[in-house]
């Protein structure tokens, strides 16, 4: 098992560009998240999905879109990148949201 | 909503040392969790346990769900323990299914 994957690693954007951060779980999990780690701040819980083609609002919503076509994958969409949004981002997946969470490798997200 | 805190946020210890690190919430919790983030900003799950006492290794994790407390115990610490330790609490609602996590413990293990 790959585990949680998540690319990319490393991106840089320029203020008002968009794009699709890729999540992808190999471990049949219903509930997927994404967090954003800030420093000092811990880590944020931006949507969740308890399930293809269910979907919701995390504590930092704004700006983000999500969707949940298949239990594997779960991307995550910046609409117009905003230099606030630089972050490293986690996914997250596991068989319910009262179980061990297993959480992908980051994408480090600069935006200029 | 929770409010979920942890002390102390920073921890310098000798290798060997043993310590105990504090995670505090503001209301009755479904499920607690303790990860470590190494410093390659890896996480990793080391214990589900929102109540009870649970021991993995040199590890081991007691949380009072009464008292709203959970803690962390390292013992003979080693350098490859050093890190960010964060406790995730989940207040379940129907329909509100969140992790909450605290802001961390750094912890740092000098040779």
């Known amino acids: 098992n790959a585990g949680v994957t998540q690319t990319p690693k490393f991106q840089v954007l320029k203020t008002g560009q968009s794009m699709t951060l890729q999540c992808a779980q190999d471990?049949?999990?219903?509930?997927m998240s994404w967090y954003r780690q800030d420093p000092g701040m811990g880590l944020r819980l931006i949507h969740y999905s308890v399930g293809a083609g269910i979907t919701d609002q995390g504590e930092v919503p704004n700006g983000y879109n999500v969707s949940r076509s298949t239990t594997e994958d779960f991307p995550l969409r910046l609409l117009s990148a905003a230099p606030s949004q630089t972050s490293v981002y986690f996914c997250?997946?596991?068989?319910?949201?009262?179980?061990?969470?297993?959480f992908g490798p980051g994408t480090r997200l600069t935006v200029l | 909503g929770i409010q979920v805190e942890q002390s102390p946020p920073d921890l310098i210890l000798q290798e060997g040392a043993n310590s105990t690190l504090r995670c505090n919430f503001s209301d009755s919790v479904n499920n607690l969790q303790w990860f470590h983030q190494n410093p390659w900003g890896q996480l990793i799950n080391l214990f589900y346990?929102?109540?009870g006492t649970k021991q993995n290794g040199r590890l081991s994790a007691t949380t009072v769900a009464t008292e709203r407390y959970s803690l962390l115990y390292i013992s003979s610490s080693q350098t490859t323990d050093s890190g960010v330790y964060f406790c995730?609490?989940?207040?379940?609602?129907?329909?509100?299914?969140?992790?909450?996590f605290g802001t961390g413990t750094r912890l740092t293990i000098i040779p």
């Open positions: 471990m049949n999990h219903e509930y």
């Open positions: 995730a609490v989940l207040k379940s609602n129907f329909g509100n299914e969140k992790l909450t």
């Open positions: 346990i929102p109540s």
């Open positions: 997250a997946s596991s068989p319910d949201v009262t179980d061990t969470q297993y």
